[in-house]
């Protein structure tokens, strides 16, 4: 089976990766050309024009930032490119950008598999993402000898754009329990409360959420290097969540301070740290 996987950010490249050790051919795409460097010399299928990626193969797997890369790579070519083609979307986008998607791709005679993840890095190089689909469930039957590569457990949720809304769902929480934990901390710390004592009492309690210890490390150091999750992506992730709770006439009060709160931390520069980086702007480090 060929695959050709679009976009070789930081989820992108061990999900190729991962595909291409599993029993698939796998091609891949990628807008800036040194970023396909690794996978020439081991020897895949390359291409930084997205056209040559699309006709490589009948299925198309994109791990691409957001809904208008999605439009760059694959509706820039002629009309007849996808007739045929399987396009398995795993970005994060909105509801109602993945079903303009399900629209023009089916359109073109393509077909259209939205299939959002929930994990990072280090899931997708195990194989052991959080797999969320939404369309036919003849069409993710179809997907899912792929996706099982990915998920051990790949999950069917309904129709185009309830995976896509599942997964807002999901990221939503993740800023608000950072957010909520950042705040928390930054008080224990003014108050020179003991923090082991801390976490004690919060493990033990229903509040406990196993995110704060991933976070505790690096807010405490202050150290976001490396991330697997950039803050750019978690300020697209809340906009997108707050421009569906809109049209849910959802009261996203809440999520508008934090987003406030990440907007503030893109103003500083935390743009390609950790998330967990708006610790700095919810608490910021005194003078010793
Ligand atoms: N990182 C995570 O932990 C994680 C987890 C779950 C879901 N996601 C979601 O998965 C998607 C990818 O995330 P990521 O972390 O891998 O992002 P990333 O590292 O920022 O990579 C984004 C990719 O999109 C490409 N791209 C952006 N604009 C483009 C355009 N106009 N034309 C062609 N290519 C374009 C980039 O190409 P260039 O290299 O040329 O810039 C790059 O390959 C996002 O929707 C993200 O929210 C991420």
Redesign the pocket.
């Known amino acids: 089976m060929k695959i050709s996987v679009?976009?070789?950010?930081?989820?992108?490249?061990p999900i190729a990766m991962k595909l291409a050790q599993s029993r698939f051919s796998v091609t891949v795409y990628?807008?800036?050309a040194e970023?396909l460097e690794p996978f020439k010399k081991l020897g895949l299928g390359t291409t930084s024009v997205?056209n040559e990626a699309i006709a490589a193969s009948d299925y198309l797997l994109l791990?691409?930032?957001?809904f208008?890369?999605i439009n760059?790579?694959l509706f820039s070519g002629t009309s007849s490119d996808l007739i045929g083609k399987t396009i398995i979307q795993?970005?994060?986008?909105a509801p109602k950008e993945s079903k303009i998607l399900e629209k023009k791709i089916t359109e073109l005679g393509g077909q259209y598999l939205e299939a959002?993840?929930?994990?990072?890095?280090p899931q997708a190089k195990s194989g052991t993402?959080l797999v969320m689909a939404g369309g036919t469930e003849m069409l993710f039957s179809e997907c899912l000898p792929i996706l099982q590569v990915l998920g051990e457990t790949p999950t069917y949720i309904g129709k185009i754009g309830s995976a896509a809304a599942l997964?807002l769902a999901l990221?939503q929480l993740i800023a608000s329990l950072t957010a909520g934990f950042s705040l928390s901390l930054g008080l224990i710390q003014r108050e020179g409360v003991d923090l082991e004592k801390f976490m004690t009492i919060l493990r033990a309690s229903a509040l406990y959420a196993p995110t704060f210890d991933k976070k505790l490390q690096r807010m405490g150091d202050r150290q976001f290097e490396n991330?697997?999750?950039?803050t750019?992506?978690l300020l697209?992730?809340t906009n997108l969540f707050l421009q569906a709770a809109e049209d849910a006439e959802l009261n996203a009060g809440g999520l508008i301070g934090i987003r406030n709160i990440i907007e503030q931390a893109i103003a500083n520069q935390l743009a390609e740290l950790d998330y967990s980086a708006i610790f700095e702007i919810i608490a910021p480090a005194t003078e010793p």
């Open positions: 679009f976009g070789m950010g930081l989820m992108g490249a990628n807008r800036t970023k997205a791990t691409l930032s957001d208008s890369a760059a790579v795993m970005g994060t986008i959002p993840v929930l994990g990072s890095i993402l997964k990221n991330p697997n999750f950039p750019k992506h697209k992730d």
